[in-house]
């Protein structure tokens, strides 16, 4: 059985960092593509970042670019999103999920079930 | 534009037909996805480029397309369709990911 499960959120004080972690189960992390899309309280699905499957390539939205860093460590089969410079407008839900294939897919057919991250004085 | 347009709100009786739709530019040569959220739980792939359905999806759940609109539709609307259902497609470049801004579904 497939799973995604994130960790690592928590309240954090504007400008200082958070590293989420994503532990998947199931199936063979190293082969497939991961993505982190946030939602805020009472807001829509936000994109944040990809990761190919062999880490070869990364994307960010625009909103989180030269803050945000994903990583993957298929040892662990643990994928990572590691948040600096946070601010309120990063306070949501943060969920992992994967493409169905090496991250060209651009769909999620599994998701975890989200760490909230806080950001807040 | 890398924008996604879906109608805010639905609202249909049960055993009724909903229609969702998502337009866009972008939609002129990237596929749409579909995912059904209900309250404090993650979201739920229910349909796939365009107007595939993943195993388990109840076959009441249907994608269409016309030019750059693509629709959802639910035959037979149940009490518990009730959910936000979001669009999600690719910016033409493929770097970015996009959700258009949800739909609530409401059973009457």
């Known amino acids: 059985q497939v799973q995604l499960v994130e960790s690592g959120g928590g309240v954090v004080q504007p400008g200082r960092s958070l590293r989420l972690s994503c532990a998947g189960f199931?199936?063979?992390?190293?082969?497939?593509?991961l993505h982190w899309v946030r939602q805020a309280p009472g807001k829509g699905l936000e994109w944040v970042a990809v990761i190919w499957y062999d880490g070869s390539i990364k994307y960010y939205a625009d909103s989180v670019k030269g803050r945000f860093t994903i990583s993957r460590d298929d040892s662990m089969s643990t994928l990572y999103l590691q948040m600096d410079s946070l601010g309120a407008e990063d306070t949501a839900v943060y969920y992992c999920?994967?493409?169905?294939?090496?991250?060209?897919?651009?769909?999620?057919?599994?998701w975890g079930q989200g760490t909230l991250v806080t950001v807040s004085s | 534009s890398y924008e996604l347009t879906q109608p805010p709100s639905v609202s249909v009786s049960p055993g009724q037909t909903a229609r969702i739709t998502c337009s866009g530019d972008?939609?002129?040569?990237?596929?749409v996805n579909w995912y059904q959220q209900k309250p404090g739980q993650a979201p739920v792939l229910v349909i796939y480029k365009d107007t595939e359905r993943p195993s388990g999806i109840p076959e009441r759940f249907s994608g269409f397309r016309s030019g750059t609109r693509v629709t959802l539709t639910i035959s037979g609307v149940q009490a518990e369709d009730e959910a936000d259902y979001y669009c999600q497609s690719a910016d033409s470049s493929r770097t970015h990911v996009l959700f258009g801004g949800g739909t609530k579904l409401t059973v009457l």
């Open positions: 999920a994967r493409d169905p294939g090496n991250a060209g897919n651009y769909y999620y057919d599994y």
């Open positions: 199931g199936y063979r992390f190293s082969t497939y593509g």
């Open positions: 972008v939609l002129t040569n990237q596929y």
